[in-house]
């Protein structure tokens, strides 16, 4: 059993100006992809020595693990203690060898959604490639077959329905980015909005 939440685990826990909720809102743009295994697949491209590219088959039998996170988005809620399973972005790496001069990850998405995150963040220990939630396979509405998961910053980066992760050597803002949305995306400093970005970014 998982021992309470106290009100000082929440003050270490949830950002400034999150509310906490169980339940795990629905937020997407445009219609939930049709997903059909036998064409789906998951590409590893750019600033790479030799491109990867993976069957539905191939990418579920990659070594699983277990990640515990909380998940905070930029519409002001947070559910803790989220459960996810699949595959660490560090093993995934374990099979691409990087170019020096890679320092952006683009996200490619069914439905032509993209974000973008600094090599480094793309890099950390708890970020995956998600198929599971709590015990049971992603609804497709929260980015079955899989989801990016980067309990570090704002859900719009943890991207659904991933098919693709580019290597730049420069920044390319995605889908939410260039629609108002930080380029960061720091849920203790509250990076919400491009407005309050620093002007030299």
Not at 42 to 57: D, I, Q, T
Not at 97 to 124: M, Q, W
Not at 145 to 155: D, E, M, Q, S, T
């Amino acid at each position: 059993m998982s021992k309470p939440v106290t009100s000082e685990d929440l003050a270490a826990r949830v950002p400034p100006g999150q509310t906490l909720t169980d339940k795990f809102p629905v937020l997407t743009y445009g219609p939930t992809p049709r997903f059909d295994p036998k064409t789906w697949d998951f590409k590893v491209v750019g600033l790479v020595e030799k491109p990867l590219r993976f069957s539905y088959e191939e990418f579920r039998a990659l070594p699983q693990s277990r990640e515990v996170a909380d998940f905070h988005c930029v519409t002001t809620w947070s559910r803790l203690d989220n459960a996810w399973e699949g595959v660490r972005v560090a093993d995934l790496m374990k099979l691409v060898k990087l170019s020096p001069e890679a320092r952006n990850v683009i996200v490619h998405c069914d439905g032509d959604y993209t974000t973008n995150l600094p090599l480094n963040e793309f890099l950390d220990d708890n970020v995956m490639l998600a198929h599971r939630h709590d015990g049971r396979d992603l609804e497709p509405d929260h980015g079955f077959p899989l989801r990016l998961i980067v309990p570090k910053l704002y859900g719009w980066k943890s991207a659904k329905w991933v098919r693709a992760i580019e290597f730049t050597d420069i920044d390319r803002r995605g889908f939410w980015e260039v629609r108002g949305y930080h380029n960061h995306a720091d849920p203790w400093t509250e990076e919400r909005y491009s407005f309050q970005e620093d002007p030299e970014d």
